[in-house]
């Protein structure tokens, strides 16, 4: 009997916790320790990294920041561009999974092809673009050249749909990464629920509202968060388009850290930093939460 209890605890007993040690000193280095280095530094005017010349400010930096005449700005335009671009990738990235989710001939080139922009870097797609964009770009030549003269525009200078055109080259490279979290949540569903609902007479939009969509949440909010913080952390992809321009008019706040940086303000930027990271919080949690309670259980 007590060879059997013996027996039976080793069976139940969990993988040794020094398997995660490895994966724990990665995360604790690459994550944890500069995270808790700039929520240190945020407190500290820094002009230079030598520990002697550091000069501790409370939070004089936050309060700066906050003070910043383009704060205001910048905080509607992380937003404005974080709701335009969710949304694009989110009905773009639909569109093509419920496309890319039939058989035919093709279908696997098709989702590598659409996929493909996701895996380009963000400074190059930002160049590439920037250069397409020029009033006498590619694209305004194509306009001109097929008749649509009056659809041109000088997309990356007009401070009117400056911050627009940088959101579609967001919604352009990363439509079909949302499209693969779509895809994976599309052929999770067992085909019997179609097949159920056709008995019953669904049509195709029934299919998709009742069984389709509440089938997919999971994937769905996955992709709603993703989208939602890579909006509100865009730097790179403005950056490389417009330098924040023209003017302020697509300022965001990761440029507004990157100023600080740059201008050789690194307890300020690391203090921009932190209130960044807060606002993604209050933001993407809620979102969670909300959709998490929309998931339904098979």
């Not at 039939?102 to 080139?109: E, H, I, P, T």
């Not at 159920?196 to 998709?208: I, V």
Request: proline fraction near 4%; charge should be positive; hydrophobic fraction near 50%.
């Amino acid at each position: 009997m007590k060879q059997k209890n013996l027996s039976r605890h080793k069976i139940k007993s969990p993988y040794p916790y020094s398997l995660v040690i490895p994966a724990f000193l990665a995360y604790t280095i690459l994550y944890v320790i500069p995270a808790a280095s700039g929520f240190l530094l945020s407190f500290f005017n820094i002009k230079t990294f030598k520990i002697s010349t550091f000069i501790f400010a409370g939070i004089e930096n936050y309060a700066t920041v906050l003070r910043n005449p383009y704060f205001s700005v910048a905080i509607k335009n992380t937003l404005l561009f974080a709701v335009f671009t969710t949304l694009g990738k989110l009905a773009l990235g639909m569109s093509l999974a419920l496309l890319v989710n039939n058989r035919f001939r093709g279908v696997n080139y098709m989702r590598t092809v659409f996929f493909l922009p996701a895996v380009l870097n963000n400074v190059a797609v930002g160049l590439v673009f920037r250069s397409m964009m020029h009033p006498i770009g590619l694209i305004n030549r194509t306009l001109t050249g097929i008749g649509l003269e009056t659809f041109t525009q000088n997309w990356l200078t007009n401070p009117k749909i400056a911050i627009f055109s940088c959101a579609f080259v967001e919604i352009w490279k990363w439509t079909g990464y949302t499209m693969v979290i779509l895809l994976a949540g599309l052929q999770a569903i067992d085909s019997t629920y179609y097949e159920a609902a056709e008995l019953d007479g669904a049509n195709r939009q029934q299919k998709f509202y009742f069984i389709t969509l509440p089938l997919i949440m999971p994937s769905f909010n996955n992709a709603v968060v993703i989208s939602i913080v890579g909006g509100l952390k865009v730097f790179d992809i403005v950056q490389s388009l417009t330098n924040g321009g023209p003017g302020n008019a697509t300022s965001v706040f990761g440029t507004l850290i990157y100023s600080s940086f740059s201008s050789g303000n690194y307890g300020r930027g690391c203090a921009a930093s932190m209130i960044l990271t807060i606002f993604v919080l209050l933001i993407a949690l809620p979102t969670n939460r909300f959709l998490s309670g929309k998931e339904v259980e098979l």
